[in-house]
């Protein structure tokens, strides 16, 4: 099934944060660890986006160093590097064509998506969790831009999708517009991460023993119980502030804002214990139990219940024309990669090397044949 336009800009922001680097703040090493077409890929550069992929995909740096995790690590090294270099080829093609994404161009896209996702708050707390702020994402932002325009400069009109080709698409894949059952549900949520809540004390008392930041684990998790099952007691009694309860205190703060709603999702969306609770409530109930999932402690109203359908083509029409038409531009923009990469020139120092050396252009891999290191 095809994304919501919701999940579309979240899944598009996200795909910005791995595929594109970043400038550098200046205060890192300027040393080169790679070129493209004597363009140079900074030490500073690498090890901010590389931080920043391991943050998006909620991954301990520090974790990621022991020896076990060693071929997960070099993977993402290995994609921060082949992105630095997709950017530096998008930069350098564009500026033969002369290509130019001015700041508005840049304002009127993020003041959309903004305004799509539920305004600048709910946009701040998705980029502060792929450790990004405003500015920076719009400087990534800029690059994707510049990408699409290189596209259409490359493709023209090929890329363009017309009612029939996305008519043919949607008969031939019926099954994926078929929506399953799906419940509308509002929740609060107690965040006890048990490994977050230790993270914590740790950050609070440097010096504590194990046993005592164990104990002080207990306690804290102990009083989040306590505290979701006083906000069920409460929404039991008057189910007609929940919203209020849930702006107050969930710790789920996108949903908060929104009084707790999660719109609606299938069982699939949620983690099982969720599912489990939401699918099992009648619509305009209160489950009456704390869900306990690794998020913490959540209190769940079931909203409305809607039964398994197949979407119409004109339901979707012009999503699907959207979809089809990127998945043309990222088609596109794979071919060209890869013809431009037999084509450039390549050079990566050796310990920022983390793929065979065939993949980086003529001269490595003439060099990997020669038996040169």
Known sequence: MLMTPKRSILAGMLAITLFFGCSGSGLMSKEKVATVNDAAITRAEFD???????????????TMKDPKYQAMADMFKKMTMDALILQSLVEQEAEKRKLVVTDADVDKTYNTQVRDLGGEKVVNEQLSKMGLSAKDYKEQLKLQLLRDKLVSAIAGDKVKVSEAEARKFYNTHTNQFNEPEQVKARHILIAADRKQVEQDIKKIKPTASQAEIDKQVEATLADKKKKAEQILAEVKLKPADFPRLAEKNSDDTASAKQGGDLGYFSKETMVQPFSEAAFSTKPGQIHDKLVVSPFGYHIV?????????????????TQLITFLENSKRSQTMEEWLQKEKQTAKIDIKPEYDFGKAEAHGPSQAADAKAGKK
Do not use: G, I, N, Q
């Open 48 to 62: 901010e986006t590389y931080t920043r992929t391991m943050k998006m995909m909620r991954l301990d740096e520090k």
């Open 301 to 317: 109203e079931v909203l409305d219940r809607k039964a398994p359908r197949s979407r119409s083509f004109d339901e979707v029409k």
